[in-house]
C-alpha cells in the first residue's frame, strides 16, 4: 500500500521568509503526488500535483514541489511566506490500482508570523 | 463550473437521530469520495465510487453507516443512529482522471 509522511505537524516561520513542509512517500509503482491546502471552515484545495512529466511542478499562490526519486520525497516550498499562506497542507499519493483514491498524510499547519 | 456542492453545510442533532449528507459531483467525473475528518483521525477515507458502484466501503466504520450514489449526480452517506462520536466535518470529493475536486464539507455535530 501506498503511504505518506509529513514531517513537522506544526511548522512557523515569519513573513517573507522561506516555506518548506516535507513530505516523504512510501510506494512500489511511480506515484502520483499531490499537495493540498485547507484553509479554515473550508475544503482541501489543490496546490499542485506530480503525475510523472517535470519533476519540478509549479502550483498556485507562488507553491513548488521537487519530486526526489532517490530520496522518495515531495517537499513544498515558496521563497517567501506571506500571511494569507496561514493553512494546513496536506501530501498524498494515488493509489493507481483504486480508482484515483488519494492516501493523505496527517498534515502540517503553517503558522505565517510578523 | 459549480464545483463539488455539499448539502447541508451544518448539522446539528441528537444522539439516535438519522442523518444524511448531500453531494453532487462535478458534472463529467466517475469516482466520488467520502471523507470524514476528526483532529483525532485526520482525513480518513470512508466509501468510494467508480461510475455509481461502490468499490472499497472499508473505511465505513460501523454498520450505522451507509451510502448509495443512485445516480452519477448525487450521492448520500447516511448515519442511524447517529452517536456523538460521529461529530466531524464530513467531505465529498469527485474525480475525473487524476487528483480530487472537494467539497465544502459538512460540519456535523451530535448531541
Known amino acids: 500500500a501506498q503511504s505518506v509522511t509529513q514531517l513537522g505537524s506544526h511548522v512557523s516561520v515569519s513573513e517573507g521568509a522561506l516555506v518548506l513542509l516535507r513530505c516523504n512517500y512510501s510506494s512500489s509503482v511511480p506515484p502520483y503526488l499531490f499537495w493540498y491546502v485547507q484553509y479554515p471552515n473550508q475544503g482541501l484545495q489543490l496546490l499542485l500535483k506530480y503525475t510523472s512529466a517535470a519533476t519540478l511542478v509549479k502550483g498556485i499562490n507562488g507553491f513548488e514541489a521537487e519530486f526526489k526519486k532517490s530520496e522518495t520525497s515531495f517537499h513544498l516550498t515558496k521563497p517567501s511566506a506571506h500571511m494569507s499562506d496561514a493553512a494546513e497542507y496536506f501530501c498524498a499519493v494515488s493509489d493507481m490500482g483504486g480508482g484515483n483514491k488519494l492516501t493523505f498524510g496527517t498534515g502540517t499547519q503553517l503558522k505565517v508570523e510578523l | 463550473d459549480a464545483g463539488v456542492i455539499q448539502s447541508p453545510r451544518h448539522e446539528v442533532t441528537e444522539m439516535g437521530q438519522e442523518v444524511t449528507l448531500r453531494c453532487k459531483p462535478i458534472s463529467g467525473h466517475n469516482s466520488l469520495f467520502w471523507y470524514r475528518q476528526t483532529m483525532m483521525r485526520g482525513l480518513e477515507l470512508l466509501i468510494y465510487f467508480n461510475n455509481n458502484v461502490p468499490i472499497d466501503d472499508s473505511g465505513m466504520p460501523e454498520d450505522r453507516f451507509s451510502a448509495k450514489m443512485p445516480n452519477a449526480s448525487f450521492s448520500t452517506l447516511k448515519i442511524q443512529p447517529s452517536e456523538p462520536r460521529d461529530s466531524a466535518v464530513y467531505f465529498c470529493?469527485?474525480?475525473?482522471?487524476?487528483?480530487?475536486?472537494f467539497g465544502s464539507g459538512t460540519r456535523l455535530t451530535v448531541v
Open positions: 470529493a469527485s474525480s475525473r482522471t487524476v487528483g480530487y475536486t
